[in-house]
């Protein structure tokens, strides 16, 4: 039991580290800092990510994870074929073209299946994370299921955009929450573009330190009493989403245009797409909701 | 509608009965006047209200004031109608006020010109703001000539010469510090407080004279004074916020919410970038119940520096201000059409879907699961989340909601929440629309969605390509 809590504390750890150092250059959102208007639980939002987590660690994990400590542990054979067992599961279950022009396998189903899949532990926790961070606020101004409809529509759009831009014949499968994600991104840019989001960001904060400690040498009233060095940076929403955006739009422009491009993995078509399907955020939020927006209120 | 977010209409019976309990009980004037106030605001033809309003000052005319006003309600009042022809016959011009010692004294340079002083110089005197750049060197040598006189322990001469020097120029702080602080040890705080009006009255930027004055003014008991002296403090731009924060505070702590907020209102004028300012007119606005005010302010204060605790304390206060609905939202049509058109949307995509992302393969039957879709969804807005649509809700038989029970706030204030004025559908047509709406979005998701549900659940799927284990991993 002790050694179950150790292992489970050291790990914890590692993922906060990890993830720490994976925001050395671009960074990784944690949380928004604002509070919700409607008082509402994220219940949607905890449930995705949940649902997310339980297929992960029931579907996929076991015969990803186990495959690749197979053959690190030298063990080649086991190892590939749990790996097999792992892209077959991937190759059914996630979104082909073939799949809704075709009919065949679970035909358009994969659109659905494919947004609660995942690659592996990194793509699902960066995805979650993304999802914890903007979707909360999302879902207190849309109410939980008008919530739930728009990310799954946004989801919907995201892998549809990506089928319709990809002009030649891909067979390719594609999986992950993050077109749905990034609607729910780029809905929280149209909605709160001045929220301050808190972000673990290596040069950010590094950077940090000599503008506060100058802005406090210089006595200025708005740093008096900010603490001189943080772990975590507040940058504007906006900031953030529109250089995610950037950051998804110009490869996918390149693919687009130069098809067999390749990505690195990442479906950014589906990412921008994704965010675009945000525009339709407006049918879903509460009723005084888009009163007060075009009145130019706060939300 | 829940107590705490929407718009509160204020009981006036409730405060009168309140006013009265403070002044009769509590003996607390000025909470009673202020309870009053608020309830001769909601409904100003209360009689008794004015009467007691009458007993909360010492102040005759407004006493007579609140008397006519009670006695235009009840002109059959004879009681009033005496009361008010006695107080009258007390009121009689107020000439300015001197103190005895001060008219005693033999040289009064405040109440007689300096009749030793040369022409040119008392027609300069005669207006002292005006003459202060002209007249430094006079300043001077009056000045020195104090210092002289207060080094020989001369105080009379000493004040006289600060009094000249307050003649030229009615603020000037080191002979007004002096004049005050020695005319105040010699027990003639009234005149010191004269001074200091003066000085204020002639337009001083500078608030310690205002701060002085207050401080005086308590001590000396002029109430009516030193409320005049806190407004104008309040309205000065080169007063230290803060300062002007305890002001305000010092009428809040005493429940004086009226005049705190007359006060706010002037200071947050004179400074609008003051967030202490903008958070207390927000909180006391709330205190009033005036919620509309009061998130307009929270929001002021948040636009003004979110991180702060001020803003930090707006922001928190807005959250619990669950935004209302007016009846303009619930009754729109548009609104509710713009939801069911979002789920409308879902629906459409989802039959593109399951039509292999080709609008031609779409079909009579997915276009008419489409169009179900739509109008389920419309009715299933209806019945929950829009059931007073204008002009829908009269059509099928809404009746206007009864006024709910009133409930104490935050302030044990009794208050009635708001209700809505329009017509709202009955729970037996809601629940029917709703299971209209149920059985079309079935029929509307079956027509769209079916290819999908057939070939997903195929006993006998199509094959198709999966990559074999050779050409994933080329091992043999």
Redesign the interface.
């Given at each position: 039991m002790i050694g179950a809590m150790i292992t489970l504390i050291l790990f914890v750890l590692g993922l906060v580290l990890t993830i720490f150092l994976r925001s050395l250059v671009f960074p990784t959102p944690i949380s928004d800092t604002k509070q919700v208007r409607y008082g509402t639980f994220p219940g949607i939002t905890i449930l995705l990510i949940f649902i997310n987590g339980l297929v992960f660690a029931i579907f996929q994990a076991s015969n990803y994870y186990q495959g690749i400590l197979a053959v690190s542990n030298g063990n080649l054979g086991e190892g590939v074929r749990l790996l097999y067992q792992y892209s077959v599961q991937v190759w059914t279950y996630g979104y082909r073209e073939i799949f809704v022009h075709e009919s065949v396998g679970i035909g358009a189903l994969s659109v659905f299946t494919s947004m609660f899949m995942h690659a592996d532990m990194w793509h699902l926790i960066g995805n979650m994370i993304a999802l914890w961070t903007f979707g909360r606020r999302v879902e207190d101004i849309c109410g939980p299921w008008r919530y739930l409809l728009f990310y799954l529509l946004s989801g919907m759009i995201a892998i549809i955009g990506w089928d319709v831009l990809t002009f030649q014949p891909n067979d390719l499968p594609s999986i992950g929450a993050s077109g749905a994600i990034a609607g729910v991104m780029g809905a929280y840019l149209i909605l709160f573009p001045g929220a301050l989001i808190l972000c673990f960001w290596g040069i950010g904060i590094v950077l940090r330190l000599p503008v506060v400690v100058i802005l406090k040498l210089a006595r200025v009233k708005a740093v008096e009493e900010a603490r001189l060095w943080r772990w975590t940076f507040q940058m504007p929403a906006w900031i953030f989403l529109v250089l995610w955006l950037v950051m998804n739009t110009l490869p996918s422009l390149e693919q687009i245009v130069q098809p067999g491009t390749s990505l690195g993995g990442v479906n950014t078509i589906a990412h921008m797409t994704g965010f675009l399907g945000a525009l339709l955020i407006f049918f879903f939020v509460r009723k005084d909701v888009v009163t007060r927006y075009f009145a130019g209120r706060s939300l | 509608m829940s107590a705490k977010g929407g718009n509160m209409a204020v009981d006036p019976k409730a405060l009168f009965e309140q006013g009265v309990i403070a002044i009769r009980e509590e003996k607390n004037l000025s909470k009673g006047r202020d309870l009053l106030m608020r309830s001769l605001r909601a409904d100003p033809r209360n009689e008794q209200a004015w009467l007691w309003l009458s007993r909360t000052t010492n102040d005759t005319a407004k006493r007579v004031q609140c008397l006519e006003k009670a006695l235009s309600l009840n002109p059959d009042n004879i009681q009033t109608r005496q009361t008010i022809d006695k107080l009258k016959a007390t009121l009689t011009p107020a000439p300015r006020v001197t103190s005895a010692a001060a008219a005693a004294r033999p040289a009064a340079p405040r109440s007689k010109p300096e009749a030793a002083a040369e022409p040119a110089q008392q027609q300069a005197e005669a207006s002292p703001l005006k003459r202060r750049k002209a007249d430094p060197a006079r300043i001077k040598q009056l000045m020195s000539r104090a210092q002289a006189c207060l080094d020989k322990e001369d105080i009379d001469n000493a004040l006289e010469n600060w009094l000249r020097v307050l003649e030229i120029q009615s603020d000037h702080e080191m002979a007004l510090r002096y004049a005050v602080k020695y005319l105040t040890k010699q027990k003639m705080s009234e005149d010191a407080f004269d001074l200091l009006k003066q000085a204020i009255d002639d337009g001083t930027p500078n608030p310690a004279i205002y701060l002085t004055a207050i401080e005086l003014g308590r001590r000396l008991q002029q109430d009516a004074a030193v409320d005049a002296l806190r407004e104008k403090l309040a309205a000065l731009p080169t007063a230290d916020e803060t300062v002007v924060a305890q002001t305000i505070d010092s009428y809040l702590e005493r429940d004086l919410v009226l005049q705190a907020l007359d006060l706010l209102q002037k200071a947050v004028k004179a400074h609008p970038k003051s967030q202490k300012l903008a958070i207390r007119l927000a909180r006391t606005y709330d205190r009033l119940e005036r919620r509309a005010e009061a998130a307009e302010w929270y929001?002021r204060v948040?636009r003004l520096?979110?991180h702060t605790p001020e803003g930090k304390q707006a922001?928190?206060r807005?959250?619990?201000?669950?935004?209302?609905?007016?009846d303009?939202?619930?009754g729109?049509m548009v609104?509710a059409l713009?939801?069911a058109?979002?789920?409308g949307?879902?629906i459409l995509?989802?039959a593109?879907?399951?039509a292999?992302?080709?609008f031609a393969n779409m079909g009579p039957a997915r276009w008419l699961g489409v169009l179900a879709g739509f109008v389920g969804a419309y009715l299933l807005v209806t019945a929950i989340?829009?059931p007073q649509q204008r002009p829908l809700a009269g059509w099928l038989g809404g009746k206007v909601p009864p006024e709910p029970e009133p409930v104490k706030d935050e302030f044990n204030n009794l208050v009635t929440p708001e209700s809505s004025k329009i017509p709202i559908l009955g729970m037996a047509t809601r629940a029917g629309l709703g299971l209209v709406a149920v059985i079309l979005l079935g029929a509307s998701l079956w027509l769209v969605?079916r290819?999908?549900?057939e070939?997903?659940t195929d006993p006998n799927?199509?094959?198709?390509?999966?990559?074999t284990?050779d050409e994933?991993?080329g091992?043999e």
């Open positions: - | 929001e948040l520096g979110a922001d928190k807005l959250s619990e201000f669950t935004p209302p609905l007016t303009q939202e619930r729109s609104l713009r939801e058109l979002g789920i949307v879902f995509v989802l593109w879907l399951d292999g992302l080709n989340s829009s969605f290819h999908t549900i070939v997903a799927p199509a094959p198709f390509y999966i990559p284990f994933m991993f091992v």
